[in-house]
């Protein structure tokens, strides 16, 4: 399955996630945003499974903004459960 999120909020404009059939992600693409954290992200999320994630990631807050990518990223993982 494949999800493409508009995040809010965030410097990143798009981000697209790749969720297999047992809900472990696959593949992580950030659109924008700070290149280096988003592909750590990216790196560090793949072959995780998507509850674990948004656990993990939700609520995460950059600086003085009340969201983050990573919790964008939460966003978008939650139309798959």
Not at 5 to 14: A, E, F
Request: charged content about 25%; some cysteine; glycine content about 10%.
């Amino acid at each position: 399955m494949t999800i493409e999120y508009t995040p809010r909020g965030v410097c990143s404009k798009k981000i697209t996630v790749e969720v297999d059939d047992n809900k472990v992600v696959t593949a992580i693409k950030f659109t924008g945003g700070c290149s280096g954290n988003t592909q750590g992200v990216a790196a560090l999320a793949v072959g995780k499974p998507v509850d674990e994630l948004i656990e993990k990631l939700s609520g995460i807050k950059c600086g003085f903004k009340n969201t983050s990518c990573p919790a964008q990223l939460a966003e978008a993982l939650k139309r798959v459960q």
